[in-house]
């Protein structure tokens, strides 16, 4: 169920559905996507598809998950990223293995305390993670070079728009769970300035706030 064979299928179909950064690509390939959800639904963990991991969450569609960072890294490699809503801690350790340093907040503690374990049974040290609301950010490391929102607000946090560089890119899943999601691309032109791109339709978790132990 976690063959190479199986792993290189999923790869196959992310390819078809136009996701050509091959260094996204191979990551995702070798990323062990089956650690990072419950036994019962390991034989599942390289379908094209999201799973639930506990606490009313999911791990995101490997696709989801190769679009973003694709979209994330189009233009550079950052220095570093925050990710908001580390789950079940797939996504960061994607990035984790692209990315010199990671920065990533979760509000329910059971689920990063998986997260952690999860990549410290991969030997991954380049992920940094905090417990705390999302729509907060992490402001002690600001300025982000980019900034990657893996859990859906009905609008986009002012928080988060002041962490991002000048320049910098954040993807964020805007809308929702009843209504549309449009997942967006905010680049800052400026001190005071946003460019903003609307690239698809997508379905996200909320991003809610307050923190839960």
Known sequence: MTSQRTRDRLI????????TDERVLEVMRTTPRH??????????????????????QTISQP??????????????????????????????????????????????????????????IIGIRNIYTKHSDGSWGWPEHALYPAIMVTAAP???PESLLEQLAIG?????????????????LIIRTSTTDFEEQTLDAVRFVPLLDGSVT
Not at 12 to 19: K, S, V
Not at 35 to 55: C, K
Not at 76 to 85: A, I, Q, R, T
């Open 12 to 19: 196959d179909r992310l390819r078809e559905e136009g996701i």
């Open 35 to 56: 650690l990072f959800i419950d036994e019962a639904l390991a034989h599942r963990a390289y379908e094209d598809s999201s799973l639930p991991i506990g606490q009313g």
């Open 63 to 120: 696709y989801i998950v190769a679009k973003m960072t694709e979209i994330l890294l189009e233009k550079s490699v950052p220095d570093f990223v925050l990710e908001v809503g580390t789950g079940s801690g797939y996504q960061s350790a994607v990035l984790s293995r692209l990315v010199p340093r990671v920065y990533t907040v979760e509000r329910i503690s059971g689920l990063l305390e998986k997260a952690r374990e999860c990549h410290r």
């Open 154 to 156: 009905e609008s986009i």
């Open 168 to 184: 910098g890119r954040m993807i964020i899943p805007v809308g929702t769970v009843a209504g549309v999601q449009q997942l967006k």
